[in-house]
């Protein structure tokens, strides 16, 4: 059967950075920020992101397209007779599957919020009211389940279309919408009175602020954010790679999808940070600061229930265009693997997302009590494997794969990677690949652990 490949070089660019961009962008990226320092943690993310998360990303994108398979078939096509490596694409297919166990509730939360605003839920509100809203949403498990639906039910929608007709269509169209929504809500969080402050606060290098954190802490948390940022180790970009053309190299095309997703994550600073101080808020209020904290914010703003219903249509575009990135993953994984049909994919996937996600669901009412790992709840759970073990793990797979004598091979992996027009990837960075990068990644994976042991023992 003849693959399906993007029908735009704008529509894989999208695509990819629609899997890319996601809640970390939007969500975590501007309280992290504000955690470590403001602008000297910004300038540390960039780096990080250049030297780390470019030269993995084209890794896995070579490997989709040199092979025109997902994950596990692609990494039969290039390996060496006798090997291994494609096991670890069964751990991939895995990562995924767990991640939307958790992805679709959370998107859930953004879809709940942004019909709460447009139907005006929080108009008249204050104080503590506005904060039970969300405890309200997390205890009610009907409610949860019915957004946890939707979502599931909408993706695996667009995503029985096809590539084209649904997944480039549909992203396109919600990427466009969110790159204009974030412009819209930026310039109207800085034209607010004292919005100045928030944005020196967030962009002003302050070596002070990030010596009081601890500078080790600080490049530490960059390095942890550009990394996770892009979803690597779990083949959610390895797909769209064996979907694309052979006409740009992947260098060029790696750069230009983490310089989508850095634009909305600074973007999503600009939106928040300076509608906080001008609404005297503290903006490192953690996971709380979209459902509890901001909403404060739009409520005392001019016209508060257009910019809240805005700014959770934004969260929700930004949620669902990797939840349908990822529902594309297992769908192709399906159909490469045992020979279905789009469409019983699409069927079985989605009774399976539907059933693995109602954990989660459950996690903050009815099953409040389980606590599987460490200490954490189900939805912390199921994040801590896929994000401080499939992902680093995996990433650290794909790199040995590219780079050693063992895997697919360096040359091979250079001339994948170097095909077409546009930046080429230098030779002379061999040595870096097979033992700088090995290094890093082997900090951020054993650093998360040792975080989430003393959390645990604290706690």
């Known amino acids: 059967m003849k693959r399906e490949k993007f029908q735009s070089r704008l529509g894989f660019l999208l695509v990819s950075a629609g899997c890319a961009i996601g809640i970390g962008n939007v969500w975590k990226f501007p309280y992290v920020t504000g955690e470590n320092g403001g602008g000297v943690f910004v300038l540390f993310y960039l780096l990080f992101l250049l030297i780390m998360g470019v030269p993995v990303l084209t890794m896995e994108l ?25 096991l670890h694409g069964w751990f991939c297919i895995l990562g995924c599957y767990l991640l939307m166990m958790y992805y679709t509730t959370v998107s859930g939360w953004m879809l709940g919020y942004f ?18 809203m ?28 096809g590539l084209q007709k649904g997944l480039e269509r549909v992203t396109k169209v919600m990427m466009l919408g969110l790159l204009g929504l974030i412009l819209v809500l930026a310039i109207n969080s800085l034209t607010l009175p004292g919005s100045m402050e928030g944005v020196k606060f967030y962009l002003l290098p302050d070596f002070g602020r990030a010596m009081e954190q601890g500078l080790g802490t600080v490049i530490t948390a960059a390095m942890n954010q550009a990394f996770f940022t892009l979803s690597l180790g779990v083949a959610a970009m390895e797909i769209f790679g064996s979907y694309m053309s052979k006409d740009h190299t992947l260098t060029g095309e790696a750069l ?26 503290a903006p490192t209020q953690g996971p709380a600061l979209i459902f509890m904290t901001l909403p404060h914010v739009f409520v005392d ?9 805005l700014f959770f249509l934004f969260m929700t575009f930004a949620s669902f265009s990797t939840v349908i990135a990822v529902f594309e993953n297992l769908l192709a ?10 469409k019983k994919a699409v069927v079985l996937n989605c009774l399976l997302i539907l059933v693995a996600s109602m954990p989660c669901v459950l996690g903050y009412n009815l099953w409040s009590d389980v606590h599987p790992i460490l200490g954490k709840d189900i939805l912390d759970s199921e994040d801590f494997i896929v994000s401080n073990l499939l992902l680093p793990i995996g990433s650290l797979v794909y790199l040995l794969f590219c780079v ?45 652990l040792v975080v989430a042991v003393q959390g645990w023992l604290a706690g």
């Open 256 to 281: 230009r999808i983490c310089s989508l997703d850095t634009f909305v994550a600074l973007m999503s600073g600009l939106i928040i940070f300076p509608a906080c101080f001008s609404f005297d808020v």
């Open 134 to 161: 969300f405890g309200a949403m997390l205890s009610s498990p009907g409610e949860m389940t019915a957004w946890m639906v939707v979502t599931v039910l909408a993706g695996f929608l667009v995503c029985s279309l």
């Open 333 to 342: 994984s399906c159909i490469d693997n045992f020979g279905w049909k789009r």
């Open 301 to 309: 703003m001019p016209g508060g229930r257009l910019w809240g219903t």
């Open 404 to 448: 050693s004598k063992w895997g697919w091979g360096f040359d091979k992996y250079l001339e994948e990677v170097n095909t077409g027009e546009g930046i080429k990837m230098p030779r002379c960075f061999k040595s870096y690949f097979k033992y700088v990068i090995p290094v890093l990644i082997l900090v951020i994976l054993v650093q998360g």
């Open 115 to 132: 019909f709460k605003f447009a139907m005006g839920s929080f108009t008249g509100l204050q104080g503590e009211a506005i904060d039970g």
């Open 62 to 86: 070579a490997v989709g397209r040199a092979s025109r398979k997902s994950a596990v078939l692609g990494y039969k096509a290039l390996e060496p007779k006798g090997s291994k490596w494609h």
